[in-house]
């Protein structure tokens, strides 16, 4: 089974971050809005922010991102992207299996919203997240812990 690691991102991985954005959401984002490479790059320029974000590492080789906040009251889920090469292997399940069982710890609910056209939404409900909200673009959905006791 490959080693999942993490490490922080830094300013120095900022090329390597927008390429992914390109590769792994590019035709996601294209059916949905279109891009528009001049939007797109200034978008990702003003929301780069390095230290909120980890560099998902398989076997010691960068793989993709991982972009999650702990808020007062919930975790977001703002983005995972891994390489085309890493995905359909079970890597982004085990990420994401890690940080729920993180916000178990913290008894905290994990919220994230996805494109409609994206078909990792059949990945976030094998996991147990539900659909709360749609809007015309995206499903926003959330994995609450079960209490077992009630």
Do not use: C
Not at 39 to 64: S, T, W, Y
Not at 65 to 85: C, T
């Amino acid at each position: 089974m490959p080693e999942i690691g993490f490490r922080s991102a830094t300013s120095s991985d900022r090329e390597w971050l927008y390429e992914l954005k390109r590769v792994t959401m590019g035709g996601y984002v294209s059916e949905t809005y279109g891009w528009d490479e001049s939007f797109q790059r200034h978008r990702f320029e003003e929301n780069f922010k390095p230290g909120a974000l980890k560099i998902v590492r398989v076997d010691g080789e960068d793989a993709g991102l991982l972009d999650a906040e702990e808020g007062p009251d919930h975790v977001a889920l703002n983005r995972i992207e891994l390489l085309p090469k890493f995905q359909r292997r079970g890597l982004g399940g085990r990420v994401i299996r890690g940080l729920l069982a993180d916000a178990r710890r913290k008894d905290k609910p994990v919220l994230l919203q996805v494109l409609r056209v994206n078909p990792a939404r059949a990945l976030y409900e094998r996991l147990g997240f539900t659909a709360y909200e749609e809007t015309k673009t995206h499903y926003k959905m959330r994995f609450q812990q079960e209490d077992p006791f009630s």
